[in-house]
C-alpha cells in the first residue's frame, strides 16, 4: 500500500521557521517526483516546491528564497524547510507524489499557522 505520511506542522510566529516531513513508501519514492502543495482556506490548491527523482527543483515564486525542498534517499522521505514565514504562508501543506500517466498519490496534510 502507498503511503506518504506528513509531519512537522505547527504554529510559528512571522519570520519564524518549520520544517515539513513527508515519508513515503519505498516503492514510489525512487520513481515518482515528489511535491509540496498547500491549501488556504477559500482558496485552490497550489504547488509550493517540487524535485525530481533527479533532484532538480522548482519553487511557486511566493516562495523562492525562502523555502527549500529536499530528499533523503537513505529515508525516503522528502522535507520542506520554511524560513521568514509569513501570515499568508498559513495553510494546509500536502506531500505529493506524480508520475506522468500515472494517477498522484496524497498525504493527508498538515497545518500550518503563521500567526503572532
Known amino acids: 500500500q502507498v503511503q506518504l505520511v506528513e509531519s512537522g506542522g505547527g504554529l510559528v510566529q512571522p519570520g519564524g521557521s518549520l520544517r515539513l516531513s513527508c515519508a513515503a513508501s519505498?516503492?514510489?519514492?525512487?520513481?515518482?517526483?515528489m511535491a509540496w502543495y498547500r491549501q488556504a482556506p477559500g482558496k485552490q490548491r497550489e504547488l509550493v516546491a517540487s524535485?525530481?527523482?533527479?533532484?532538480?527543483?522548482n519553487y511557486a515564486d511566493s516562495v523562492k528564497g525562502r523555502f527549500t525542498i529536499s530528499r533523503d534517499n537513505a529515508k525516503n522521505t522528502v522535507y520542506l524547510q520554511m524560513n521568514s514565514l509569513k501570515p499568508e504562508d498559513t495553510a494546509v501543506y500536502y506531500c505529493?507524489?506524480?508520475?506522468?500517466?500515472?494517477?498522484?498519490?496524497w498525504g493527508q496534510g498538515t497545518q500550518v499557522t503563521v500567526s503572532s
Open positions: 505529493n507524489a506524480n508520475r506522468f500517466l500515472y494517477s498522484p498519490y
Open positions: 519505498q516503492i514510489i519514492y525512487g520513481i515518482y517526483t
Open positions: 524535485i525530481t527523482t533527479g533532484g532538480t527543483t
